[in-house]
């Protein structure tokens, strides 16, 4: 599934080639996605990023919100003739296309009110939003990992960046979160930014599917410490990495120097 620093990356190119641009076609080819025919016509004044999902605010003042779930992406192409495979549906400007491709058919498009829309911080667990997160992680005891998982407490971090958060901080996965100290939060809180910003830098993490808006693949997955690694020393103590199964996601950590 596209991360924060994914739909990050998309958020970034897309105000490269749409923003100030006109929609003059919009093809559907998977029903399931909706037809929003209001769009054709109008121009894109803004492109944001809302936790994991996509915002395309227009000059009529309603915006197209796109939620790219599982397998979802976005491609831009100028040469477009024909649907691709797994292509749901498309937006066509004077300059080129811009495709939604989908193999698992689980992404969205809806219709929203900017105004409706209120966009969280630009990253989770920046250092003025840490009271906030504290205070609701108190009352929680779930395990750690599971609370950053939680879209609804910290939109945009999923499994790959919560085991590479988790780990950078040395925390144990399964701590629950109400039993966490202010200098963890606050650790935890450095390195999100720290890493969901080297992300970015690197356009996404292509452990799998993942391609940018033009069809390259990030290059995050050369930094990863410990997700995908199992077996492999840790770089920080040396330990094995282990794996295992946390709210039926596979949790990469180091049993040594994660507690």
């Not at 620093?5 to 998309?10: A, D, K, S, W, Y």
Request: contains cysteine.
């Amino acid at each position: 599934m596209p991360e924060l620093p994914e739909v990050e990356t998309l958020c970034r190119q897309l105000r490269q080639v749409v923003l100030g641009r006109q929609i003059l076609e919009m093809e559907v080819i998977d029903a399931k996605i909706g037809l929003f025919p209001e769009a054709i016509g109008r121009r894109i004044t803004a492109v944001h990023r809302l936790g994991k999902s996509l915002g395309m605010v227009l000059d009529s003042g309603r915006a197209l919100r796109l939620h790219l779930r599982m397998s979802g992406r976005l491609l831009w192409r100028t040469d477009y003739h024909l649907p691709l495979p797994h292509m749901r549906f498309m937006l066509g400007f004077e300059e080129g296309w811009l495709l939604c491709i989908d193999p698992r058919r689980f992404a969205t498009l809806s219709w929203a009110s900017p105004s409706r829309c209120p966009r969280p911080p630009a990253y989770p667990l920046l250092k003025g939003d840490l009271p906030r997160i504290s205070a609701l992680a108190a009352r929680r005891r779930v395990a750690v990992k599971a609370f950053l998982l939680d879209q609804t407490v910290m939109a945009g971090i999923g499994n790959i960046y919560a085991c590479e958060i988790l780990h950078a901080a040395a925390i144990e996965p399964e701590c629950r979160a109400c039993d966490l100290t202010p200098m963890q939060w606050e650790r935890l809180a450095a390195v999100t930014a720290s890493i969901l910003k080297k992300a970015v830098r690197a356009r996404g993490t292509s452990i799998s599917d993942w391609h940018d808006l033009f069809g390259n693949k990030g290059e995050n997955q050369r930094f990863l410490k410990v997700y995908g690694r199992r077996g492999e020393a840790c770089p920080r103590c040396g330990a094995s990495i282990e794996r295992k199964s946390l709210g039926g996601r596979g949790t990469f950590y180091c049993p040594s120097c994660q507690r």
